[in-house]
């Protein structure tokens, strides 16, 4: 949603400066230049990019729109789940975990966090892992190193939309200028014309100049930067469930795992010592009682 509001806020401004300035927005309205910038752009996006990199691309614009908050709570809830499951292998063994990460979507404690449920690469991270962790004889180093290599081929990953958009929109300006310059050739064959016709031929020129640089520094650029900070944070979801997942190898408590994931959280998302521990120790209550 921010995402969409900060879009309108430039459009307003930069429109209802245009305005004040008594200028006609029917004059920035020009489908030729639209034509060219935007099909040059679409063009050369389609050249440089992998199938998987405008997937990926896709796949990032629409998380930007649905815009879904990261918050304290959200990361309190993955971290209680973790602990559920990493409880289990404490009480009944690291074969009793085994159905959970075998087949998460039918695990009732994976299924009361539909949030990681549906978060793919998270779960199968976490589920991945945690078969490496119950085969046994994996020393703890090893499977640092072995999550490590997840961690920076996601990273890399992630960074490749990101990457390719900014490319586009620093391209954008110079595509405006070549708008322009066609803009200008089309002027100077009809210079000889009325002052009115070489006049708006001129503007249109010039509107071409300026959807390429709006475009690039008003749209592309910041879409850019929002991604990547989504990625980012997604990231540092997987490194909190790396954390947990280490400290359970070297078997640590599940209460003391989730802390080690806790500290790894960014301080905006990042809940409190004493809501996690009241929440897996709600949990442990929950446990006790249906046992009972």
């Not at 300035?21 to 679409?42: C, D, K, M, W, Y």
């Not at 300006?173 to 031929?201: F, R, W, Y």
């Not at 790396?242 to 989730?258: D, I, K, S, T």
């Given at each position: 949603?921010?995402?969409?509001i900060?879009?309108?806020?430039?459009?307003?401004?930069?429109?209802g400066?245009?305005?004040?300035?008594?200028?006609?927005l029917?004059?920035l309205?020009?489908?030729?230049?639209?034509?060219?910038?935007?099909?040059?752009?679409?063009?050369?996006?389609?050249?440089?990019?992998?199938?998987?990199?405008?997937?990926?691309?896709?796949?990032?614009?629409?998380?930007?729109?649905?815009?879904?908050?990261?918050?304290?709570?959200?990361?309190?809830?993955?971290?209680?789940?973790?602990?559920?499951?990493?409880?289990?292998?404490?009480?009944?063994?690291?074969?009793?975990?085994?159905?959970?990460?075998?087949?998460?979507?039918?695990s009732?404690?994976?299924?009361?966090?539909?949030?990681?449920?549906?978060?793919?690469?998270?779960?199968?991270?976490?589920?991945?892992?945690?078969?490496?962790?119950?085969?046994?004889?994996?020393?703890?180093?090893?499977?640092?190193?072995?999550?490590?290599?997840?961690?920076?081929?996601?990273?890399a990953?992630?960074?490749?939309?990101?990457?390719?958009?900014?490319?586009?929109?620093?391209?954008?300006?110079?595509?405006?200028?070549?708008?322009?310059?066609?803009?200008?050739?089309?002027?100077?064959?009809?210079?000889?014309?009325?002052?009115e016709?070489?006049?708006?031929?001129?503007?249109?020129?010039?509107v071409?100049?300026?959807?390429?640089?709006?475009?690039?520094?008003?749209?592309?650029?910041?879409?850019?930067?929002?991604?990547?900070?989504?990625?980012?944070?997604?990231?540092?979801?997987?490194?909190?469930?790396q954390?947990?997942?280490?400290?359970?190898?070297?078997?640590?408590?599940?209460?003391?795992?989730?802390?080690?994931?806790?500290?790894?959280?960014?301080?905006h998302?990042?809940?409190?010592?004493?809501?996690?521990?009241?929440?897996?120790?709600?949990?442990?209550r929950?446990?006790q009682?249906?046992?009972?």
């Amino acid at each position: 949603m921010l995402a969409i509001i900060g879009i309108l806020v430039i459009f307003a401004g930069v429109l209802g400066g245009f305005i004040m300035h008594r200028g006609n927005l029917g004059t920035l309205v020009q489908p030729s230049e639209f034509l060219i910038i935007g099909g040059a752009a679409l063009g050369a996006l389609l050249a440089m990019s992998p199938r998987h990199v405008l997937k990926g691309m896709v796949t990032g614009l629409v998380q930007l729109v649905k815009d879904k908050p990261n918050s304290s709570a959200r990361s309190l809830r993955m971290l209680v789940t973790v602990f559920r499951l990493l409880r289990v292998a404490s009480y009944d063994g690291g074969n009793a975990l085994e159905p959970h990460v075998e087949r998460p979507h039918e695990s009732h404690i994976m299924q009361d966090n539909p949030e990681f449920l549906h978060d793919h690469e998270a779960l199968e991270f976490f589920c991945d892992t945690v078969k490496v962790i119950i085969l046994g004889g994996v020393p703890e180093h090893q499977i640092s190193e072995l999550t490590d290599l997840s961690l920076s081929t996601h990273e890399a990953e992630a960074q490749e939309p990101v990457t390719v958009m900014t490319k586009v929109a620093d391209s954008l300006p110079g595509l405006g200028i070549v708008a322009a310059v066609l803009g200008i050739i089309v002027t100077m064959q009809s210079i000889d014309g009325k002052p009115e016709e070489v006049g708006h031929n001129v503007a249109v020129a010039l509107v071409g100049t300026f959807l390429g640089v709006f475009l690039c520094y008003g749209l592309m650029g910041p879409l850019a930067s929002k991604m990547e900070f989504l990625n980012h944070q997604a990231h540092l979801r997987l490194k909190s469930l790396q954390a947990c997942l280490l400290a359970f190898a070297r078997g640590l408590h599940p209460l003391v795992c989730v802390e080690f994931g806790r500290r790894v959280l960014p301080s905006h998302v990042r809940p409190t010592f004493n809501e996690l521990e009241e929440s897996c120790r709600e949990e442990g209550r929950n446990r006790q009682g249906q046992a009972a």
